[in-house]
T-cell receptor, first 115, second 112 residues
Framework: EPEVTQTPSHQVTQMGQEVILRCVPI?????FYWYRQILGQKVEFLVS????????KSEIFDDQFSVERPDGSNFTLKIRSTKLEDSAMYFC?????????????FGPGTRLTVL | AQSVTQPDIHITVSEGASLELRCNYS??????LFWYVQSPGQGLQLLLK??????LVQGIKGFEAEFKRSQSSFNLRKPSVHWSDAAEYFC??????????FGAGTRLFVKA
């Protein structure tokens, strides 16, 4: 069964460093998403991406974040200058459609630890 | 604004007992509803979903959920809990847009 994959599974970085989290969505999916889950809290939407542009973003997704689909398979989340509060589990998701019947398939997550 | 409420932060049930996890949503029309399970340190696994039609939906691992429009609820049930069901359960809603909105989660503890 096709699945969303994410790398790395765990990333440790120093405050102020840039990190790139990588995702490979399901191959025939057109819509891509990033979510964040701070330890012990709920899963929060960050951004959705379609047709090489951001379709929706939350207030969390500020200028230090960016997303990109650099090739036909990868979807990345870049955090330019990490802060301690960026420590969280980051989930990538993809879906075939948006709107009605939008079922998003989630990857296993990348745990980001900022020291 | 759309929201999802899971009133129980944690629930403890005995193995073999029945389980019901509560979920209420706030949205004017019929949303698209999901239940996910997350084991410690793991990702999100979809248990079941409701888009339309029969209001009682069956999912994986013996779970079911019932959509009740009048109560704005989508409670998750299982007739007999197994120790391996201990995890965090998230109710989620999509209102036809891009984002899925999650509840705060209910942590399930199973005692022998």
């Amino acid at each position: 069964e096709p699945e969303v994959t994410q790398t790395p599974s765990h990333q440790v970085t120093q405050m102020g460093q840039e990190v790139i989290l990588r995702c490979v969505p399901i191959s025939n999916h057109l819509y891509f998403y990033w979510y964040r889950q701070i330890l012990g809290q709920k899963v929060e939407f960050l951004v959705s991406f379609y047709n090489n542009e951001i379709s929706e973003k939350s207030e969390i997704f500020d200028d230090q974040f960016s997303v990109e689909r650099p090739d036909g398979s990868n979807f990345t989340l870049k955090i330019r200058s990490t802060k301690l509060e960026d420590s969280a589990m980051y989930f990538c998701a993809s879906s075939e459609t948006s709107g009605r019947y939008n079922e998003q398939f989630f990857g296993p997550g990348t745990r980001l630890t900022v020291l | 604004a759309q929201s999802v409420t899971q009133p129980d932060i944690h629930i403890t049930v005995s193995e073999g007992a029945s389980l019901e996890l509560r979920c209420n949503y706030s949205y004017g029309a019929t949303p698209y509803l999901f239940w996910y399970v997350q084991s410690p340190g793991q990702g999100l696994q979809l248990l079941l979903k409701y888009f339309s039609g029969d209001t009682l939906v069956q999912g994986i691992k013996g779970f079911e959920a019932e959509f009740k429009r009048s109560q704005s609820s989508f409670n998750l049930r299982k007739p007999s809990v197994h120790w391996s069901d201990a995890a965090e359960y998230f109710c989620a809603v999509n209102t036809g847009g891009f984002k899925t909105i999650f509840g705060a989660g209910t942590r399930l503890f199973v005692k022998a």
